[in-house]
């Protein structure tokens, strides 16, 4: 080769290398800005500038032609590349796979997360207790509606027209109508039954009643009550007696004691409140019953004869009984529930303890 060969050789060589490191600069740039949105295409990335024949390979096989005194710059600068490069297309595949991850990506194939299956509320599991215990004692059930009108509540059971229940404190109105009230005791459906039927009549009333009182611990504008009623000929006071000591032994164990104490109700005579020996300490005293040894659980007493011939049954041929107990009192004893709020604020995490009850 003549020297003026040789000297166009060396330039084009030149040249060439020249364009090399300027095709890597673009390279470096262009790797930066790079994106990807699926795994797809970070593997479409990763095919382009890493694998065999892949530009940055392309760009190490042309390094031989490199003149001596250019190499060590064209080696830093697809060292530097290749860095970049593998950097950026592991950063692009960790994206890609946490927002799968996240659910950015929603595969409608895969199966389902297990849902939680919910449990009973408390106050349902006593309900049905209650009226399990009632039924094996032969009474039925009956129901009867939450809004009603002061007859079924009030004035068939007996209620004088000035008696305090009455007042604007207890009773919740609707629309500021007089007559039509939301019921303050399921003692309205044991009247809507009478007004239907002639006695034997033996059945429990379970329901959500309302009272205007402040919200608190020991208080609420709603709880839930079961009340009682049997009606036929002679029955007494003695049987009142057994069936709710029956139904305190079925309740709460079978060593239960009652105690009947004297009390007042409109639409009973006598009346009565029951206790329980309590269902912690057994009678002995203890924080729970106050050192009394007893828990108050029900009222209850014969039926008032007005009541009896207010609702059309003939009080000269027939007697009856009548009780009456909160859910939320029964419930209290069992599972020593301290805030009566907690029964209607449906927390997850207080009604999961139930779900074994
Ligand atoms: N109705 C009464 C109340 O709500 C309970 C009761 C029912 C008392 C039957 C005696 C007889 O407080």
């Given at each position: ?267 009973t005579e006598p009346s009565a409140e029951m206790d329980v020996s309590c269902t912690i300490c057994g009678g002995k005293g203890c924080s729970m019953c106050k050192g009394a040894g007893w828990l108050e659980i029900l009222g209850c007493g014969m039926v008032d004869p007005a009541v009896l011939e207010a609702n059309g049954i003939d009080s000269t041929q027939y007697t009856g009984y009548a009780f009456g107990m909160g859910i ?23 009604l999961d303890e139930f779900r074994n009850a």
């Open positions: 080769m003549n020297c003026k060969l040789f000297c166009i050789f060396v330039h084009q060589i030149r040249k060439h290398t020249k364009a090399m490191i300027e095709k890597i600069q673009e390279l470096i740039t262009e790797v930066k800005a790079l994106q990807a949105g699926t795994a797809e295409e970070v593997e479409a990335l990763r095919i382009k500038y890493l694998s065999k024949k892949g530009e940055i390979s392309m760009l190490m096989n042309d390094f031989r032609n490199v003149p001596a005194d250019m190499k060590k710059e064209v080696g830093m600068r697809i060292n530097e590349l290749k860095t970049l490069a593998m950097e950026r297309i592991n950063n692009l595949r960790d994206a890609v796979s946490k927002a799968e991850v996240a659910g950015d990506d929603i595969d409608l194939t895969r199966t389902a997360y297990p849902i939680r299956l919910g449990s009973r509320h408390p106050l349902t599991v006593v309900r049905n207790e209650i009226v399990d215990i009632f039924s094996r004692l032969g009474f039925t059930l009956a129901e009867g509606p939450e809004v009603e009108d002061d007859w079924h509540v009030y004035s068939s059971m007996n209620f004088a027209d000035d008696h305090p229940a009455r007042d604007m404190q207890d009773t919740f109105f609707v629309e500021a109508h007089p007559d039509i009230i939301l019921r303050s005791h399921t003692s309205s459906v044991q009247a809507r039954v009478m007004e239907q039927q002639q006695p034997p009549i033996r059945v429990i009333c379970p329901g959500r009643v309302y009272r205007n009182e402040a919200i608190s611990a020991r208080a609420h504008c709603f709880f839930h009550q079961v009340e009682g009623l049997y009606i036929d000929r002679n029955v007494s006071f003695a049987d009142l007696r057994q069936v709710l000591l029956q139904f305190a032994r079925e309740m709460f164990g079978t060593d239960t004691q009652i105690r009947l104490r004297p009390s007042y109700f409109p639409f939320e009192r029964i419930a209290n004893l069992k599972y020593q529930v301290k805030d009566l709020r907690l029964f209607s604020e449906n927390d997850v995490r207080f």
